[in-house]
């Protein structure tokens, strides 16, 4: 049996791990540093279903000296995952408590058991980075596959019929150039030799 062995990061005056990460290079890349610092966050994500009334809850807070201090004036987004990216369901600013409560629609199709991933994420924040909460609910409705294939939207999940088709015409496109040019290197590289006299 292995222990498990556990570091305690170092926090600097501001409350921020600090990290750092260097490449050395070799004979192709140059050598490369990047540091990076953040302030440890915690996000709780609540789902409330109550008289066929949803919503969800999100509370934010970061650890000071034992003690919970909550984020406010922060901007947290709320997503559903489809097939292919993420539906944006809205925006909220986290009040005085660090709580926002977004209002859940009640008109998303899930998969064939009605289930429906939800995301809360604080996004590309200088001080937290990317923070993200997700829970899998029963919220959506029940799909059949005859059923998605009618209604093919970006917030159902299958996408779009011309998303499939765009995407495929573009990936055979870029396939084909690369068999265009290693065609082309095979004949110049045959009309290149010299015939022996």
């Not at 995407?167 to 065609?183: E, P, Q, S």
Request: proline share 4%; with cysteine; net charge negative.
């Amino acid at each position: 049996m292995q222990n498990s062995v556990k570091y305690v990061l170092p926090v600097n005056e501001e409350g921020k791990y600090s990290f750092k990460i260097e490449y050395p290079g070799n004979d192709t890349l140059e050598t490369a540093t990047e540091e990076l610092s953040i302030i440890d966050v915690n996000m709780d994500m609540t789902c409330n279903d109550k008289d066929s009334v949803k919503s969800v809850a999100v509370k934010m807070f970061r650890s000071d000296k034992g003690k919970n201090i909550p984020l406010k004036d922060e901007t947290v987004s709320l997503y559903v995952q489809r097939m292919f990216s993420m539906l944006k369901l809205g925006e909220a600013r986290l009040d005085s408590s660090g709580s926002a409560t977004f209002d859940f629609p009640s008109d998303l199709p899930g998969d064939s058991l009605g289930n429906l991933t939800i995301l809360a994420r604080l996004e590309e924040h200088s001080d937290y980075g990317n923070i993200e909460k997700s829970e899998l609910k029963k919220w959506g409705i029940a799909t059949t596959k005859e059923l998605l294939l009618e209604q093919r939207a970006l917030w159902s999940e299958v996408a779009p019929v011309w998303m499939i088709i765009t995407l495929t015409i573009m990936l055979l496109g870029v396939w084909a150039h690369y068999l265009y040019v290693v065609i082309h290197m095979i004949i110049i590289n045959n009309k290149g030799k010299v015939k022996p006299l």
